[in-house]
């Protein structure tokens, strides 16, 4: 495979904002998405369709229906697309036509005029998908612990509610709800389409004159430091996320100290939960506080729930 994180056609891409202006990670040099999919992350079954349009797809290190994976690819004349991994908080490039189009005026005027109007059309949807979070959280009950998802991670429900059996966690975008993440059962977990993600969040408790404010990636992790310290805590729901929000928070409540609670992804090349976590501190500044692993504890534990967890099966308790 071949990664180069130097490439001047990076800088003609970055003008399509694509994908809630994520940006590449590095350029994956070849004349096929779905070879440069599976030079990055494995082969999968898969047609790839060029319409320009965010699609998701498993990730093939995970289980059947993760959907972790997403790309978005543009037809010709263009043949550009980018990709990536929510869970891994990976995002790659690729130019799929070999041509001196991509240099002139034309081209460079289509990706504009692209990028506008794939705005436009992302705005008009998360409006949509708004109005549905909306009715569907209006409409769904309080949930019970007793739901599988609550009860194997022995924890309460709060203010979660659920409809046909999907746990539903209300996500906001300054107290606007915009979004649900539903949780299945089996542990599924799946956002509405289309909803916003970027800069979303979910919190525990009040946070006016809050002195301390906590941020983490999932509910389950927000829940357990909410039940261990009583501070208010924002989860981004993904890794890629906690920079988004952390700016969104520390620039609206600046008198709360930010607390970075990142999980460790210590099986996972590059540890993608503390780099993005460590990013977030460069940048907003806030203590850094990871958990801490006793020495028994097994590696594929990674977050503040897993941890608990796993105190309650070993020592009845944390």
């Known amino acids: ?82 990709f990536g991994s929510w869970r891994r908080g990976q995002n790659y490039y690729t130019d799929l036509r070999q041509s001196d189009f991509k240099n002139t005026k034309p081209f460079k005027k289509l990706l504009i005029e692209q990028s506008r109007a794939h705005s436009a059309d ?47 966690i209300p996500l906001y975008r300054d107290d606007k709800l915009v979004n649900l993440q539903r949780i299945f059962p089996c542990g599924a977990k799946r956002y509405l389409k289309h909803g916003q993600a970027k800069g979303c969040y979910y919190r525990f408790g009040e946070i006016t004159d809050a002195p301390k404010m906590m941020l983490c990636e999932g509910w389950a992790t927000g829940a357990t430091l909410h039940q261990w310290y009583g501070m208010p805590v924002f989860c981004a729901m993904s890794v890629v996320n906690l920079m988004p929000v952390a700016k969104a928070i520390t620039t609206r409540y600046p008198k709360s100290e930010l607390i970075i609670c990142p999980d460790d992804d ?53």
């Open 266 to 318: 210590r099986k996972t090349t590059g540890n993608p939960g503390m780099y993005y976590a460590q990013q977030v501190q460069q940048v907003v500044g806030g203590d850094f506080f990871k958990p801490s692993w006793p020495a028994d504890a097994p590696l594929d534990l990674t977050d503040f729930s897993d941890l608990y967890l796993w105190l309650l099966q070993q020592h009845g308790g944390v």
């Open 122 to 168: 992302t705005a008009a949807r998360n409006e949509l998908a708004a109005l549905a979070a909306q009715s569907l959280w209006a409409n769904a009950k309080p949930a019970s612990p007793e739901h599988a998802y609550l009860a194997k991670k022995h924890l309460p429900p709060y203010d979660l509610r659920t409809i046909n059996n999907q746990l539903l």
């Open 1 to 82: 495979m071949s990664l180069n994180h130097s490439n001047p056609k990076k800088k003609a891409f970055n003008q399509l904002a694509l994908c809630n202006s994520k940006q590449p990670s590095a350029i994956v040099n070849s004349n096929s998405l779905a070879i440069a999919f599976a030079q990055v992350f494995g082969p999968v079954d898969h047609h790839f369709v060029a319409d320009g349009n965010i699609h998701r797809l498993d990730d093939p290190a995970g289980r059947t229906g993760n959907q972790a994976c997403w790309y978005v690819y543009y037809p010709q004349p263009c043949s550009y697309a980018v």
